[in-house]
């Protein structure tokens, strides 16, 4: 059974940083397209970023610049590295994957950007 395991959440003071990871296992990695969402309270879920399996990347547009998706196909695990961070990145943050017609979420880590 596939399993999306992210990490790397937390508190973090606007303009710091943080880096999610997640981890995947039970599914051909190298081959599904890979993505980060987010969820702040009382709003809809939101794609942050995703990566190809070929390693093209697309971000939304308040993120670019600041945010940069990357995978390590060695071992199956995608990241998330958030720069200058705001308030407004506050959300649980969720990994997600897609292989032909099947799509898998994580469970969700928190992040709160807050002074």
């Known amino acids: 059974q596939v399993q999306l395991v992210e990490s790397g959440g937390g508190f973090v003071q606007p303009g710091g940083s943080l880096r999610l990871s997640c981890a995947a296992s039970?599914?051909?990695?190298?081959?599904?397209?890979m993505g980060w969402y987010r969820q702040a309270p009382g709003k809809q879920r939101e794609l942050v970023a995703t990566?190809?399996?070929?390693?093209?990347?697309n971000y939304r547009e308040s993120v670019k610049g600041r945010f940069t998706i990357s995978r390590d196909n060695a071992k199956s695990t995608v990241y998330l590295q958030m720069n200058s961070l705001k308030p407004e990145d506050t959300a649980v943050y969720y990994c997600?994957?897609?292989?032909?017609?099947?799509?898998?979420w994580g469970q969700g880590t928190q992040v709160t950007v807050s002074s």
């Open positions: 990566i190809s399996s070929e390693g093209s990347t």
């Open positions: 997600s994957a897609k292989s032909d017609i099947r799509f898998w």
């Open positions: 039970g599914m051909a990695f190298s081959v599904a397209t």
